[in-house]
C-alpha cells in the first residue's frame, strides 16, 4: 500500500527494526493495534489494520530496513508516544525502545526539540524528562512510576549492578536507590518457578547481608500498587536508621566490569561482548 514517499512507523517500525516489546497489542485484552503508514498527504486511504498518518515527514526520516521502507526508529517512537493514550503508556514505549537500542535519551531529545507545535509534544517532553535507558520490561517501567509518583520517593536507578566493597557482583536489583541502598523488585509469575525461586531467595539473602533493604512488587499490585507503596516507605524508614558509611556494598563496578546501562555503551560492544554482557537481559524479555 505504500506510495512512492512514505514508510512504516509507530510500534510496527520499532518491531522491525527489533523493538522486541513491541508486539502491536494493547490493553488487558490483547486488542491488536493498526500499522501506522507515514506518508504526509492522504495520497492512500484508512482501512482495517491500517492508519495513515498525514504529519510532517522529512525525507531523512525514511530509510529502507529489511526490504521495507519505514521511518526512523526516532521518528517512529516519537509519534508513538505523542499519540500515546497516557504519559504512563508513552514512557514505558521509550523505555522499551531503549531496551532494544533502537533510540537514546539524547536522540529522542534532539528530535523533539525540532518539533515544536507539534500533536503531542509536550507529552514527548515530559518523557525526555522521565526515560530511562536500562529498565528491562515494561512491569518494570510502571514500578519505577509508582515509585515516584504514587510513592513520592526519589527516582530509582534501573538494572544496576551492586558490588561488595572487595568487587565481587552481589546482583541487579530491578530498581535502587543509591543513597538509602532500598532495592525493588518485580516479581511475575515467572519468578515461581522452582529453579527461578530458589535463584531469587539466593540473591535476597546476599542483598540483605550486605545491608539493602529489599522490596517486592507482584503481578496483581500494577492495577493496585497501594500495598507495595506502603512496603515501600516501610523499607524507607528502616534503611534512614542505618549510617551510610557502614555500607559494605558499592555501586562503583570494579576496573574489569563492562558497563552497559546506556544505549551508547550497549552500542559500543561488539558481537561477542553483546553475547557474554547481554545475554541476562535477553533470558528478562
Known sequence: ??????????WACLRW???EWFDGTAGRDQDLRPVVLATMDSSIRRQPGIEISEERLAPEQLTPYAGL????ESYALLFEIRHARTLGLAVVAAD???FSDLVSRAELAA???QCAGWVGIGQARRVVELMEENAWSPAEVVMRRVWTADAGLPRPLCNRPVFDLGGRLLGTPDLLDPETGVAGEYDSELHLERSRRRRDVEREGLFRAAGLETVAM????????WSFVDRLRA???RAQRRPAADRPWTITPPAWWTPTW???QRRALTADQREVWLRHRRLAG
Open 262 to 264: 546506556t544505549v551508547e
Open 96 to 98: 522499551m525502545a531503549a
Open 111 to 113: 528530535l523533539v526539540a
Open 1 to 10: 500500500m505504500l506510495p512512492a514517499y512514505g514508510g512504516v512507523s509507530g
Open 69 to 72: 521502507m519505514t521511518t526512523t
Open 235 to 237: 523499607a524507607y524508614a
Open 218 to 225: 507482584v503481578t496483581g499490585e500494577l492495577a493496585d500498587p
Open 17 to 19: 527494526r527489533g523493538g
